[in-house]
């Protein structure tokens, strides 16, 4: 570690004269060994360097996914955001277990609200302009999406960002426009896709699940699963028959969308959910129960959610399946790795007078996330 703090002080104060005379890929090769947070401070020092940090060769050299380890050089963090503290994150440090709250320098107005994260980018939306933000505040790098519907009025709204790319999807069931709307940040273009059934109920806190090219969402009762096809714009019903006696269900998938698909329901009778549990779907297309949530912590979330359900949304983060609710300010989430059921720490930063209006997001810092 001495060595390293040595050589990265010298690395930043050589002589010009010294680095203009080493060849390109000795300079890359030294960034290279270089911490990220070294990486950051070098950007403004020098147009090269901001232009290399950035190159396409270097990005796939020091990022995560080419390294042995694939853990990411930032901490993962919980976001709890709410209405009463717009302009504040309050962030749960998922490798330090600990709470903080920061005021960031944001790239856009208080008019903004957030709406949602993936892949280290944060989506937000302005209804006064009718558009969207995505923006990567370690790169401080945004984009501005206006959108192709007036005042914002849409049904649904799901935002993911993959390796090579983000899409934004709109689902609108309104008089004037029963379509859904798909943004393809490689293109910067939206498509627009007739035949959109207003199916998935007027709530928007569980936004689409990505697994294998399409977005997945649960139906109100009957319950059932459909499936939107990010290309074609074709929409399907699932097969697989869901578990009986569901008072509610929600689909979560792990990062990439590429491995595996959960459901998160709960199991009782005429609305009242007396056990919750989790299913996988199996390569043949059945939904497989993994776990059950223990009887006295199912009781405390039952009584969170006061049987409104509806308020309720799950996402992944970091391995672990968060039950979240509108109405409360805790996060319930089991580990996959560990087969076991917690819940989050309550933030110490919330207003003592704080109702519902609490929205979780996943965010996982990645300074090459392109918008």
């Known amino acids: 570690m001495k060595n390293i703090t040595t050589f990265t002080s010298t690395t930043t104060t050589m002589d010009p004269r010294i680095w203009s005379k080493l060849p390109p890929d000795v300079v890359e090769h030294i960034l290279l060994l270089l911490p990220l947070k070294t990486l950051l401070n070098l950007r403004p020092t020098c147009k090269a360097f901001s232009s290399l940090l950035f190159s396409p060769s270097f990005v796939s050299k020091h990022s995560p996914s080419s390294s042995s380890s694939s ?64 923006c990567n505040l370690f790169a401080k790098s945004s984009r501005t999406i206006q959108s192709p519907i007036h005042s914002l009025h849409f049904t649904h709204l ?52 990505f697994f294998h090219g399409g977005l997945y969402f649960t139906t109100p009762e009957p319950f059932s699963v459909v499936r939107f096809d990010l290309e074609s714009g074709k929409w399907e019903r699932h097969v697989a028959e869901l578990p009986p006696q569901l008072t509610f269900v929600r689909l979560v998938s792990d990062d990439d969308g590429e491995g595996k698909l959960y459901l998160v329901g709960g199991i009782g009778a005429d609305g009242i959910c007396r056990s919750m549990k989790v299913w996988e779907l199996t390569s043949d297309g059945v939904w497989v129960e993994v776990v059950a949530l223990p009887e006295i912590m199912c009781r405390k979330f039952v009584s969170v959610c006061y049987h409104n359900y509806e308020h309720v949304y799950c996402f992944w983060h970091e391995g672990k399946i968060c039950v979240c609710c509108y109405m409360w300010p805790e996060i319930l989430y089991y580990s996959v790795s560990r087969r076991s059921w917690d819940w989050l720490p309550k933030c110490p930063y919330l207003p003592l007078k704080c109702s519902c209006g609490f929205k979780w997001f996943s965010f996982v810092p990645k300074l090459y996330a392109s918008v």
């Open 71 to 134: 853990s990411s050089p930032f901490s993962s963090f919980l976001l709890l955001s709410h209405p009463q503290c717009p302009l504040y994150f309050r962030l749960y440090d998922s490798n330090l277990s600990s709470w903080r709250t920061v005021s960031p320098s944001l790239p856009f107005s208080s008019s903004f609200s957030l709406a949602s994260s993936s892949g280290g980018l944060f989506c937000l939306l302005n209804p006064s302009s009718s558009s969207f933000l995505v």
């Open 158 to 209: 799901s935002f993911l960002a993959t390796s090579l790319t983000y899409y934004l999807v709109l689902l609108s069931s309104n008089s004037a426009s029963n379509a859904a709307f798909v943004y393809n940040s490689n293109q910067h273009s939206w498509r627009r896709f007739q035949g959109f059934q207003a199916v998935l109920g007027d709530s928007c806190l569980q936004q689409g699940t």
